[in-house]
Antibody
Framework: EVQLVESGGGLVKPGGSLRLSCAVS????????MTWVRQAPGKGLEWVGR??????????DYAAPVKGRFTISRDDSKSPVYLQMNSLKTEDTAVYYC???????WGQGTQVTVSS | QAGLTQPPSVSQGLRQTATLTCTGN????????AAWLQQHQGHPPKLLLY???NRPSGISERFSASRSGNTASLTITGLQPEDEADYYC???????????FGGGTKLTVL
């Protein structure tokens, strides 16, 4: 059974940092491109960014609102994918989901709240 | 950044057919088609269809997709109460190098 489990969410002040993790099991993780998607309260889905598999270059792509502030990385030896979020803004408040790049599998999400 | 356009809400009767639309441009929905996701309140999204009309295992054949030009459509036949949910389309945008989502359509089954 494929499982994605996010962790690391919480309350942070504007300008602060947070690192989210997504543990993946039931897949050959090293072959999978991983994506982060967020959903602000009462709003729709918003793509955050993705990381390709190492065999496909391991490169990353980001949405314009987070480019330069967020960084996605992966550790193929342990199977988590990370989302490092810096210079957080109130508008980054959302539930953050990790998903495979094809959107086939999703985690339950982790809440990030940016507030003073 | 530019996204896809979906109607905010659609209502249809029990056991009827609902069609949800998703309009983009030639760089996204008009290029490789759209993925469709269903989200019930308080739950993560679930993939219904990808690359227009490919269905993951376990997804009912009542869900199907099509595309005409830059508009993708999701058709749900034989509407059931459990189909009441938010539906999102998504497509890779080759000019933005990003996945773009529609704003979502809330489907009400009357």
């Amino acid at each position: 059974e494929v499982q994605l489990v996010e962790s690391g969410g919480g309350l942070v002040k504007p300008g602060g940092s947070l690192r989210l993790s997504c543990a993946v099991s039931g897949l050959t993780f090293s072959n999978v491109w991983m994506t982060w998607v967020r959903q602000a309260p009462g709003k729709g889905l918003e793509w955050v960014g993705r990381i390709k598999s190492k065999t496909d270059g391991g490169t990353t792509d980001y949405a314009a609102p987070v480019k330069g502030r967020f960084t996605i990385s992966r550790d193929d030896s342990k199977s988590p994918v990370y989302l490092q979020m810096n210079s957080l803004k109130t508008e980054d408040t959302a539930v953050y989901y990790c998903t495979t790049d094809s959107f086939t599998y999703w985690g339950q999400g982790t809440q990030v709240t940016v507030s003073s | 950044q530019a996204g896809l356009t979906q109607p905010p809400s659609v209502s249809q009767g029990l056991r009827q057919t609902a069609t949800l639309t998703c309009t983009g441009n030639s760089n996204n929905a008009g290029n490789q088609g759209a993925a469709w996701l269903q989200q019930h309140q308080g739950h993560p999204p679930k993939l219904l269809l990808y690359r227009n009309n490919n269905r993951p295992s376990g997804i009912s054949e009542r869900f199907s997709a099509s595309r005409s030009g830059n508009t993708a459509s999701l058709t749900i036949t034989g509407l059931q109460p459990e189909d009441e949910a938010d539906y999102y389309c998504s497509a890779w945008d080759s000019s933005l190098n990003a996945w773009v989502f529609g704003g979502g359509t809330k489907l009400t089954v009357l």
